[in-house]
């Protein structure tokens, strides 16, 4: 493995006019295809764009498509729908479902379709990706290069390498990659564009060198760029959000054993913070982590260990996973206790659908499935979220939503908070305690100053603290 960071003294991200490749006089930028166009691909399609790239965004779903060709991201992400405009405006950025227009196009093709949890399973489903791959290889008539993006187990690339030079008629001339994506959602742009590092999997000098190409305006910020073997970078993506999600059920593992002895793991996280060593992100206790990545990375990458024979190396991640998921069950409980032992027929307002603040995500979100559990326990049970409304709404049309905090809290005999939203964190609890019939809240997400909601007379729990 070589670790080689660029030092360019151009450090401009500016789009890039020219029809040569930053830094490379002489050489014609590449073309690249995103295929996928879901969270991860939409933002890597418009970012590399805005960044001077011609590049054609492709999708089998026609209505997103037409969406983004016509300007419209078809999901919340702060700055895309700016960005957007300016790479349509440009000129250089298109969409399309036809693969076989993809082919022609592209010098460089990222997959980057979804690899969700298999039902019934802990496994990727991988028949998007497989799909993509044998798609796009039924069109490659020339050298060019595909690369993953997506998150895989283990081995997949190996698989895929030989399944695209199989339906290619390029042969093997086409060659395959791995660039594994860490962008998180609500940072989506900020992390596409000022990346902490790029990790590049390849085989051969010239696959390095066609994403060296591909990435040249990012490279020349300075970016560190590991290069690696495949495997390696398959592994690094599953290492790293095994990694971040271990660090949060450590710290909520705390929780516990602080709820157990009245100690307070709020204090407890910050000290640990100032320890440089252990660091304050991703230290943060509450409900727990949900979306589309952490719960089923973690489940994926355990399946995929136990099927290589090394099961007991993570062993642990099923641990990681079962904290999670008691601290969803532990704020349940805490309304129940509020309301003095039985949920039926109580009115409660769940503050947040989304799985975090800023996006309207709800996969796995461990805000929907406390409002969830409480409304199949008896309670009655009104939503609220800035973003995630219409997603929840279309997933669980058993629940109620509100249009706002105030209203949707009219008349609640508990107030919980399961999503941090700044609009949440900035409640005046001395207006909402005027509308509810019982000043209680379960602070799900330590977002809200205890002190302040006492004062206000209200009776506030929160996990992990007395
Ligand atoms: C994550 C990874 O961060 C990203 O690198 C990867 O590419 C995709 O998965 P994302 O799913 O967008 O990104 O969310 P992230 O910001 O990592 O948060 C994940 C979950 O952990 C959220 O539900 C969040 O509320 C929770 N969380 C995060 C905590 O409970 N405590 C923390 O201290 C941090």
Redo the contacts with the bound molecule.
Sequence with gaps: MTLATAKRTDTSLGPDDSTTGPGTPGTPLPRLTVIGTG??GATHAICMAVLGYEVLGVDVDPDKIERLGSGSVPFFEPGLPELLAKALDSGRLRFTTDFAEAGAFGDVHFICVGTPQQQGSDAADLRYVDSAVSELARHLYRRTLVVGKS?VPVGTATRLTELVQRLAPAGTDVELAWN?????????VD?TLHPDRLVFGTESAWAEERLRAAFAPVIARDTPVVVTDLKTAELV?VA??SF??T??SY??AMAEICEATGADVTGLAEALSYDDRIGG??????????????PK?IRAFSHRAEELGVGQAVAFLREVDAINKRRRARTVDLVRELVGGDLSGARVTALGAA???N?D?IRD??ALDVARTLQQAGASVTVVDPAATENARRAFPELTYGPDAMTAATGADVVVLL??WTQFREIDPHAMGAVVTHRRIVDG?HALDPAQWRAAGWEYRALGRP
């Design positions: 969270y991860l998150t594994p994506e860490f962008l998180r959602e609500g940072y989506a992390d993506k790293a959000n971040l999600a660090k949060i710290i909520n992100r991703f230290l943060k206790p509450g409900l727990g982590f949900g979306g589309g990545c952490l990375d799985f975090k603040p996006s995500d979100a461990p999503t941090e997400r």
